[in-house]
């Protein structure tokens, strides 16, 4: 594969940048990697590896929004497509939901629902479904927003959206034992804005930005290389204060480097192998949760390499034939 930033092709409106399928398809593999922990045994490997992981939602998001808004996306279809998605999982894992929410909680039953409110409208209700709704919400805000004003105000919106996560991430240390925690923790509270449509803001008006600017590729390299080695001091730095690792600065910077440089990849992948990869990075990222909480339970095994490699193998070997076999059985593509 050789990258081109000068191809027409990456300028066409239905291009299918079949790179971003592929990109897509490993932070599937990434999300999965994180939340399985196979360096549980290791807290240095294991931390370093979670840091290096969390680029995947980021790079969801942008793409998400890169793709939309190159194509000049209808936002009603896109809303509705992934509300549908939303729906049919929520059906599936509704024997999940309802354990967790009412039948394992020792929480009385107003503030069961007031939850579970939460987690339908904000945060999530089954695992990892948060991120459906950050996309839907956060790309709807910002389309609205960018109809109504400028960029500098877009830019101003996604800055204090993004700032605003890492308190309750990485830079904890910053708030931990002052009088601003208790008011920051309600705000954590109603609006978990690290899994919410509070992140999903910057990078949706990232992705905006490079649909419609195209930054000359030097440039993009140059930004990388640079926020690559201060997000490892951040990291580094962070790392005893942090209160969890889903969101730090460098994260915004290197996301949309990393989603415009994969865009601009002229990769040699058919469309039926891009579609394929498109579709299994779906499957993959809503059915690993529930396979590896299904396998510690009934196999009694912990986090490590051998949950890891089943977890992976099973959710390849699901998404794989949900795929194939929604190619003659066409209410299956609701799944992805």
Not at 33 to 42: E, G, Q, R
Not at 105 to 130: H, M, Q, V, Y
Not at 225 to 235: R, Y
Request: net charge positive.
């Amino acid at each position: 594969m050789s990258t081109n930033s000068d191809n027409p092709d990456i300028r066409q409106t239905r291009q299918t940048f079949a790179a971003l399928d592929a990109g897509k398809f490993i932070a599937a593999l990434l999300v999965l990697t994180l939340h399985v922990h196979p360096l549980a045994s290791n807290p240095d490997g294991d931390y370093w590896l979670t840091c290096l992981c969390r680029i995947a939602v980021p790079f969801f998001f942008v793409t998400s929004s890169f793709l939309f808004f190159k194509r000049g996306g209808d936002i009603r279809k896109y809303v509705s497509r992934i509300l549908i998605l939303y729906a049919v999982w929520f059906v599936i894992e509704s024997p999940l939901i309802i354990h967790d929410f009412f039948l394992d909680s020792d929480e009385s039953l107003p503030r069961k629902l007031l939850l579970f409110g939460r987690g339908l409208f904000i945060n999530s209700t089954f695992p990892a479904s948060w991120f459906l709704t950050a996309s839907w919400q956060g790309m709807l805000l910002v389309w609205w927003l960018s109809r109504k004003l400028s960029r500098k105000w877009l830019v101003i919106i996604g800055l204090v959206c993004f700032l605003s996560t890492l308190p309750e991430t990485m830079w904890y240390g910053l708030i931990a034992g002052t009088p601003v925690r208790p008011v920051y923790w309600w705000y954590v509270i109603l609006f978990c804005p690290a899994n919410s449509f509070i992140i999903a803001i910057p990078y949706c008006i990232a992705g905006k930005f490079l649909a419609e600017s195209e930054p000359p590729q030097k440039l993009t390299l140059c930004i990388l290389g640079a926020a690559v080695p201060l997000s490892i001091l951040e990291a580094a730095i962070c790392r005893e204060t942090q209160w969890m690792t889903d969101s730090f600065l460098g994260l915004l910077f290197i996301a949309p480097c990393l989603v415009w440089l994969v865009a601009n990849i002229r990769a040699g992948i058919g469309a039926k192998t891009s579609k394929c990869l498109r579709s299994m990075s779906t499957l993959i990222y809503l059915c690993h949760l529930p396979v590896k909480l299904l396998l510690m339970h009934q196999m009694n095994l912990k986090e490590d390499w051998i949950l890891f490699l089943l977890t992976l193998a099973i959710c390849l070997v699901f998404a794989l034939t949900v795929y194939l076999l929604s190619l003659r059985i066409r209410p299956l593509k609701y799944l992805y």
